[in-house]
């Protein structure tokens, strides 16, 4: 959305010939009139309710030369209007056009979810075509003819980025990846869209101290980095080899028009799919899932009230075969049934519907429903404060482990605050990216009952055969002491303010055929946890 103005309008009709002309204008049109700058592949412009084509040859660096370049080419009704009103009566906003026969309209409508107050209230957007009188902010013109409205546009929630727009950024950087991240006002970071965060106070750092260990974590950590204090790297992100965001901001990955232009949009992939049931048939015998579509290989522990949980989780960019599925290993907090749970979680996924590609990237999610209505990726929708300036959710990650060289880890820690209840987030030990506020959860809003550490595949095609391809981990089955699977050490749990190992742990996998668990811990200071498969092989068809 355009700075300092509460509600755009955009869309163009004119007096054009042909319904082809028309359809073609608006189509390309629509889309780019928020941003606010001339439409260089078509050549109109609205500015001030006065809309123009460039001359042939002209060219126009923003609406204002493009205006002045430009010829009248029809009847144009709209308005930037900082209090987004027209009519007192109706408070309508519309783009209007008559006086031909119309026999079809179309265009490209954002979609939001603005403010409702009263129960006998709406707000709407839409493309209508009209016959008869006007309404009242139109009868000005003559009583009779036919028009159009196109694309009323308000503030309110997005089901995406709403505020994380280069509109609202202090700076944007270009990473070498080809990721661009806005350095948002902390103030106007997305999250607060959240109906339940409209005034909610930030909360700038945890009134605890992340890198605190008690002295048995302590003692046991010295033990197990004996002798490898350079046996494995720490992940970065990618961007910030490109520059950082300044204080006060937030680092924010912009949506990419790349993904955007999938055949399958982002937004339908910002939120997990809620589980079903693939088609029965004879073939599809295998449904043994805890969530169908989803195929686990996590070491878990429950029965108590966890606060917190940490993981060093080594990188990897397991394939992933189709657009619609995904890869990830992380550390989760859950509470409630397997198919109405809540949860915060955070770590590394490989996920081309929400990222649009195959890149790993550090990810964190959340629901209150087992991702049925609620619940998203990083900053697609509503609901993570960010804090911090160092780390952008949803970006790329680097160096990824190999065969030859040391592993590469992230250091997860999800650490409920006991004064405020918000689930803060620390990533590599130190470094407070921000946190889940505890009021847009239920149970969770003040505890945990289960922590799992592992891996999932999301896939119409787990449970089932052919089964996926798409990897876990590695991509690699889980063998004790090699590096080339699927790894997590560093296990802890916070309960009653203390940050230990489990009291018990169990290894799961729903299909050990395709991703297997491995639990070393006899003999052992430091326990650990190998998991992950290729999906689909000789042990898995």
């Given at each position: 959305m355009v700075p300092g103005f509460s509600s755009v309008v955009h869309g163009i009709f004119t007096s054009f010939k042909t319904m082809q002309e028309i359809v073609s204008t608006i189509s390309a049109h629509v889309f780019g009139m928020v941003k606010d700058s001339c439409l260089d592949e078509v050549g109109v412009c609205v500015l001030d309710g006065r809309m123009g084509r460039l001359t042939p040859g002209a060219r126009a660096r923003n609406l204002f030369d493009c205006i002045r370049s430009s010829r009248e080419i029809g009847y144009f009704f709209g308005f930037l209007d900082s209090m987004g009103e027209v009519d007192e009566e109706k408070d309508e906003a519309v783009v209007h056009a008559e006086g031909h026969a119309y026999i079809g309209a179309k265009g490209d409508i954002y979609v939001w979810n603005p403010r409702v107050e009263l129960d006998d209230e709406y707000t709407t957007s839409q493309v209508a075509l009209k016959n008869g009188p006007r309404h009242a902010f139109m009868k000005k013109l003559k009583e009779d003819g036919l028009s159009i409205t196109l694309a009323v546009i308000g503030n309110g929630v997005s089901s995406s980025n709403q505020n994380s727009s280069p509109n609202f950024a202090v700076i944007t950087i270009h990473s070498e990846d080809g990721d661009v991240i806005d350095c948002i006002d902390i103030y106007k970071q997305p999250a607060f869209n959240h109906p339940a965060l409209r005034d909610h106070e930030i909360q700038m750092t945890p009134t605890f101290d992340p890198t605190t260990l008690t002295k048995t974590e302590k003692e046991t950590s010295e033990a197990s980095k004996k002798g490898k204090e350079d046996s494995y790297i720490t992940a970065a992100q990618i961007w910030r080899k490109s520059g950082s965001c300044p204080e006060g901001t937030v680092p924010i990955r912009r949506n990419s028009r790349k993904s955007e232009r999938k055949a399958i949009p982002v937004d339908n992939f910002a939120r997990r799919k809620p589980s079903v049931f693939p088609h029965q048939s004879k073939e599809n015998k295998n449904l043994n899932l805890l969530q169908p579509n989803h195929s686990l290989a996590v070491l878990l522990t429950e029965g108590y009230a966890y606060y917190g949980a940490k993981g060093d989780i080594q990188v990897w960019n397991p394939p992933v075969e189709w657009v619609d599925e995904y890869s990830s290993s992380q550390v989760a907090l859950k509470i409630g049934p397997h198919n109405q749970y809540e949860a915060v979680e955070a770590g590394w996924a490989v996920n081309p519907g929400v990222y649009g590609d195959r890149l790993t990237r550090v990810f964190a999610y959340w629901t209150i429903d087992g991702s049925?209505?609620?619940?998203?990726?990083?900053?697609?929708?509503?609901?993570?404060?960010?804090?911090?300036?160092?780390?952008?959710?949803?970006?790329?990650?680097?160096?990824?482990?190999?065969?030859?060289?040391?592993?590469?880890?992230?250091?997860?820690?999800?650490?409920?605050?006991?004064?405020?209840?918000?689930?803060?987030?620390?990533?590599?030990?130190?470094?407070?990216?921000?946190?889940?506020?505890?009021?847009?959860?239920?149970?969770?809003?003040?505890?945990?009952?289960?922590?799992?550490?592992?891996?999932?595949?999301?896939?119409?095609?787990?449970?089932?055969?052919?089964?996926?391809?798409?990897?876990?981990?590695?991509?690699?089955?889980?063998?004790?002491?090699?590096?080339?699977?699927?790894?997590?050490?560093?296990?802890?749990?916070?309960?009653?303010?203390?940050?230990?190992?489990?009291?018990?742990?169990?290894?799961y996998s729903d299909e050990y055929d395709c991703y297997s668990t491995f639990y070393n811990w006899e003999s052992m200071a430091e326990p650990e946890f190998h998991y992950g498969g290729p999906g689909r092989s000789s042990r898995c068809p």
């Open positions: 049925v209505n609620t619940g998203c990726f990083d900053a697609t929708c509503p609901g993570f404060v960010y804090v911090g300036n160092e780390i952008s959710l949803g970006a790329a990650i680097y160096p990824i482990s190999n065969l030859t060289g040391l592993p590469s880890v992230i250091s997860i820690f999800i650490n409920k605050d006991r004064i405020t209840g918000n689930w803060w987030l620390t990533f590599a030990g130190n470094v407070n990216v921000g946190y889940w506020p505890a009021k847009i959860f239920n149970a969770l809003a003040y505890q945990a009952d289960t922590v799992q550490w592992g891996g999932e595949v999301y896939s119409t095609r787990v449970g089932t055969h052919p089964h996926t391809a798409t990897g876990m981990g590695s991509g690699g089955y889980a063998v004790s002491g090699l590096s080339d699977t699927g790894f997590i050490n560093r296990m802890r749990v916070v309960q009653s303010a203390v940050t230990k190992f489990p009291d018990w742990v169990k290894a």
